[in-house]
């Protein structure tokens, strides 16, 4: 039963949030400081979301080199700016690489 009240009280927030933002006035989404912080946050939570999946194994962190290696062909294809599915396929193709060789 707690997981329910969890599930819903965590939907019922991200709904009550997302209206926030629909109601919130022009004045205050035109604020220069709303607005960088807007810019700032999705870029916050990626970093975080990157760190962790490529750093953690459950609740501690972990040297992989080979996620290393496929993190960093991602940061190069992104540096060449090439499209999404290439960055993901590049960097999975590294890792796998990488692993088959017995080095990851």
């Known amino acids: 039963m ?7 009280a965590t939907a019922a927030g991200c709904y009550l949030l997302k209206f ?3 109601a919130a ?3 205050v989404l035109d604020n220069p400081w ?9 870029l916050a939570l990626l970093a975080a979301l990157v ?5 953690g194994d459950g609740q501690s962190l ?3 080199g080979a996620r290393m290696a496929g993190l960093g062909a991602a940061g190069c294809a992104l540096g060449l700016r ?23």
């Open 20 to 22: 926030a933002g629909l």
């Open 2 to 8: 707690t997981l329910w009240i969890a599930l819903v």
């Open 62 to 64: 972990v040297w992989d």
């Open 25 to 27: 006035p022009r004045s």
């Open 34 to 42: 709303v607005q960088r912080f807007a810019v700032a946050v999705p």
């Open 82 to 104: 090439a499209p999404f599915l290439v960055v993901v396929v590049a960097a999975a193709a590294t890792t796998a690489g990488l692993r088959a060789l017995g080095l990851g």
């Open 51 to 55: 760190a962790v999946e490529a750093l």
